[in-house]
């Protein structure tokens, strides 16, 4: 009888499906994240580049006062 009783205590015991619950909801957003940054990482990256060409090839609008 006693086991019984354990076993119905451990059954009905919900102290620990929250945890479990944010574990699983922190991993599939971490998923989700590392998902997107593999898909538009390396469209980013272009952009950069391309961002860091176009502005070095300006000048800057700034020229010294000739004597």
């Known amino acids: 009888m006693k086991l019984r009783k354990l076993f119905k205590n451990f059954k009905s015991d919900e102290s620990g499906a929250v945890t479990v619950d944010w574990v699983v909801l922190t ?3 971490v998923g989700l ?18 961002v860091v060409t176009d502005l070095s090839a300006r000048s800057s609008g700034y020229e010294a006062a000739s004597k």
């Open 33 to 50: 994240g590392m998902v997107v940054m593999k898909t538009v990482g390396g469209g980013i990256s272009t952009l950069g580049d391309t």
């Open 27 to 29: 991993a599939a957003i």
